[in-house]
């Protein structure tokens, strides 16, 4: 019903063994859902699952080709690999003194898709560039959230966020 309103819609797997039966009972619900979204995040742990790709680019295109129009890969404290039709690119995390990642992946896409929705734009048309900024915001988020203990105590509020994503831009 959203997607035929025109929502954007957005898919976050977010694997958990024990919540499956098997792993290939999981894998084969997991990619059931990659058809309906239009916005992917899925972790490095996990796209490899799903695809049994070699690597995160090839496992990306492999997301991609089940239909969302953007994939992002989560690589921990190495960023992200944002991937679209037009192309993939590798956006490097920010290096803080991990507590707790508790929250790090939910956080990061929080970021990315604040960013998406204050552009107002559908995710085809979002530009490599327009994306790479999103993922450095998104990776201010996580980076932030990482530094605390706990997922929703360690967010970040916006001033916070934009005030490390200022600082890196300044550099």
């Not at 024990?18 to 059931?32: F, H, I, N, R």
């Not at 490899?48 to 690597?55: D, E, K, S, V, W």
């Not at 992200?80 to 956006?91: F, H, I, N, S, W």
Request: proline content about 4%; some cysteine; hydrophobic content about 40%.
């Amino acid at each position: 019903i959203a997607k035929r309103a025109g929502a954007v819609i957005s898919y976050d797997p977010n694997y958990r063994a024990s919540l499956w039966k098997d792993e290939k009972t999981a894998v084969e619900g997991m990619k059931s859902a990659i058809p309906l979204a239009d916005v992917m995040k899925v972790s490095d742990e996990e796209c490899l699952l799903m695809t049994g790709a070699a690597t995160y680019e090839e496992a990306a295109d492999q997301l991609l080709a089940m239909g969302p129009k953007l994939v992002a890969v989560t690589l921990g404290g190495d960023g992200v690999l944002v991937a679209t039709k037009d192309g993939k690119q590798r956006v490097q995390g920010f290096k803080v003194p991990v507590v707790d990642t508790t929250g790090a992946g939910d956080s990061f896409w929080g970021g990315f898709l604040y960013q998406i929705n204050q552009v107002g734009k559908r995710p085809e048309e979002l530009s490599l560039n327009e994306l790479d900024n999103f993922a450095r915001f998104g990776n201010a988020v996580a980076s932030l959230c990482v530094e605390k203990k706990g997922a929703i105590p360690a967010m970040p509020d916006l001033s916070e966020v934009e005030k490390r994503v200022k600082r890196i831009f300044d550099k």
